[in-house]
């Protein structure tokens, strides 16, 4: 299977706590993207790269979270200090330039 | 600031029968307009899309269309299959990265 891999699939912590996530794109896509969905809702856009660079951040991405992509290849996002509000599936995307995005099937964050 | 809306939730359709799925933006700067299907604990998957500068877009049973001046675009499914039932998402794109989601609606094909 090629497709976008997320690690873990599930995600129980404590509020207060940090917790990472990775992804691992489709090899030959050069841009990766992590969302956020919260029951009820589409995915909300949190921050993009091209190949190692983040080029864009959204205004939801506190300063709690951080996303690195240091090779152009997987990506990790890093939640500190875990609040319940955090509680979402976070996605992870993949495509090259003017294609479609293929997501990965998610990490589901619950924050007790 | 919900820039693309997906106003029901929930949409049943006997097989064999049509599904519409609406969707209206409010942004008239997006570009580029895809629907996006998806199963429980799955990721979206990519359905099909359709550029601004179309109206139409077919592949098989399934069609978007585009009505710029309303803002709205519609996915049409037919005939509808049990194996479709799923939630479908609209999504559109702004400055070829910046990509907003409808909040969804839930299928159900009755068989």
């Known amino acids: 299977d090629t497709g976008v891999s997320q690690d873990p699939r599930h995600k129980i912590t404590k509020r207060g706590q940090n917790v990472t996530f990775r992804c691992d794109p489709i090899?030959?896509?050069?841009?990766l993207y992590w969302y956020r969905q919260t029951l009820g809702q589409g995915p909300e856009f949190l921050t993009y790269?091209?190949?190692?660079?983040?080029?864009?951040k959204s205004r939801l991405l506190s300063d709690r979270f951080s996303a690195e992509r240091p090779k152009g290849s997987f990506s990790t996002l890093e939640i500190q200090r875990t609040e319940q509000g955090d509680s979402a599936m976070y996605l992870c995307a993949s495509s090259l330039a003017n294609s479609p995005l293929h997501f990965g099937n998610g990490t589901r964050l619950t924050v007790t | 600031d919900q820039q693309v809306k997906q106003n029901s939730p929930s949409l049943s359709v006997q097989e064999g029968r049509i599904s519409i799925l609406n969707c209206d933006y409010t942004n008239s700067m997006f570009d580029y307009f895809l629907w996006y299907k998806k199963y429980p604990a799955e990721g979206p998957t990519f359905l099909i899309s359709i550029s601004s500068i179309k109206d139409k877009n077919e592949d098989g049973r399934f069609t978007v269309f585009l009505n710029k001046s309303a803002k709205h675009l519609s996915l049409h499914i037919v005939p509808s299959q049990p194996g479709d039932s799923a939630v479908y998402f609209c999504?559109?794109?702004?400055?070829?990265?910046?990509?907003?989601f409808g909040a969804g609606t839930r299928l159900t094909v009755k068989p």
């Open positions: 790269f091209q190949n190692e660079a983040q080029l864009e």
């Open positions: 090899s030959e896509h050069n841009r």
């Open positions: 999504a559109a794109i702004l400055n070829n990265n910046d990509m907003r």
